[in-house]
C-alpha cells in the first residue's frame, strides 16, 4: 500500500529563501519530500509552491501540522494556503440538466477508479437524468428552478450539500446560473463552459460558431464566481473544425472535448494541483 503523504499549497509575497524554508519545515520534522514544484509570478510579486511529503516517519500528528506550521511558516510570511492529506477522500455533487455526456463520463471515471473521490450526490433542475444516477449508486435531487423559486431552492441545495458533507459542486452541463450569494456560501465549484472564454456565449453556441465558420472549437474549465463564467481557469482545450463539419458534428467534436477538459479539470483539482490567486491559477503538473 502507498504511504499517505500531505500536500501543501502555499502562496505569499516573494523573497529569498522561500523554498529552503518550506522544505526545513518538512525536513526538521523528519519529513521525506517526494514532490516540490514552485513558480514566481513577477508582476504579481508572488512565490506559488505545492510540496509533498511522506507522513511515515513525520514527527508532528496529524492535528498538529496545520497549527504548527501556521505559527511557524505561515503568519511570518504573510502566506495563503492549504493542507491535504491523500487518504482523504474528496465526496463530490456532480449538478445537470438535461444533456447526459458530462456526467456520465464523471461516473464512469468514478467506478473505474480514475478519481480519488467519491460521488453520493446528483443534484438536476430537470427529472430526466435521474436514472443514470440510479445505475451509478448515486442519490438523485430534483430542484425545479424558476425566476420566482431560485433563491429558495438554492438554500435547500445548499442544506443537502452540507447534509452529504459535500467538499466539491461540479456543474456537467447544469444550464443554470448560480448566485453571488451561493458561491459565497460554497465557493468550491467547478464548471465547464463550451468555448474558450468569453467567444460565443449564450444560447447555441455551436449554432453560433458554424455561422462564423470557425476551424477551431473550444472547452473550458474554471472554478465558478460571482462573475458570470470569469472564474480562474483551470483546463482548456481545442479541436479542429472544418468546412466540411455541419452543426451537428460540432456539437458532436464539442461533446467529446467538453468530457475530457471536465474530467482533466476535477482530476487536477482532486489532486491538489491547482492554486487560485486572483483571477488566475497555478496548475502544477
Not at 22 to 47: C, E, K, M, P, V
Not at 98 to 105: E, F
Not at 173 to 198: C, G, R
Request: a negative charge; hydrophobic letters at 40%.
Amino acid at each position: 500500500m502507498t504511504s499517505p503523504t500531505a500536500t501543501l499549497l502555499v502562496s505569499c509575497p516573494d523573497r529569498r529563501g522561500l523554498v529552503a524554508t518550506i522544505a526545513n519545515f518538512i525536513y526538521s520534522h523528519n519529513g521525506n519530500i517526494i514532490h516540490a514544484d514552485h513558480h514566481t509570478d513577477f508582476a504579481a510579486g508572488l512565490f506559488l509552491t505545492r510540496i509533498e511529503w511522506q507522513l511515515d516517519g513525520f514527527d508532528l500528528p496529524r492535528e498538529a501540522i496545520a497549527s504548527t506550521f501556521k505559527e511557524t511558516i505561515a503568519d511570518p510570511l504573510d502566506a495563503n494556503w492549504q493542507l491535504h492529506f491523500s487518504d482523504t477522500i474528496p465526496r463530490l455533487s456532480i449538478w445537470v440538466s438535461r444533456q447526459d455526456h458530462c456526467l456520465l463520463d464523471l461516473l464512469w471515471r468514478q467506478k473505474a477508479k480514475e478519481f480519488h473521490s467519491s460521488i453520493p450526490l446528483i443534484i438536476s433542475n430537470h427529472p430526466d437524468l435521474e436514472e443514470i444516477a440510479q445505475q451509478f449508486g448515486a442519490d438523485f435531487h430534483y430542484f425545479p428552478i424558476t425566476k420566482d423559486n431560485k433563491v429558495t431552492q438554492e438554500a435547500k441545495q445548499l442544506e443537502l450539500l452540507k447534509q452529504y458533507n459535500i467538499d466539491v459542486v461540479v456543474l456537467a452541463k447544469y444550464m443554470q446560473v448560480l448566485t453571488a450569494d451561493f458561491v459565497q456560501k460554497f465557493p468550491t465549484v467547478i464548471n465547464i463552459h463550451h468555448s474558450f472564454l468569453p467567444a460565443f456565449a449564450g444560447a447555441k453556441p455551436y449554432h453560433q460558431a458554424y455561422k462564423r465558420g470557425v476551424k477551431i472549437i473550444g472547452a473550458t474549465a474554471h472554478y465558478v464566481t460571482a462573475d458570470l463564467d470569469a472564474g480562474p481557469i483551470i483546463e482548456q482545450d481545442v479541436v479542429r473544425v472544418s468546412h466540411r463539419d455541419e452543426v451537428t458534428d460540432l456539437i458532436r467534436k464539442g461533446k467529446d472535448l467538453e468530457r475530457m477538459v471536465l474530467a482533466r479539470a476535477v482530476r487536477l483539482h482532486l489532486q491538489n494541483r491547482v492554486l487560485v490567486y486572483g483571477d488566475r491559477t497555478v496548475v502544477f503538473g
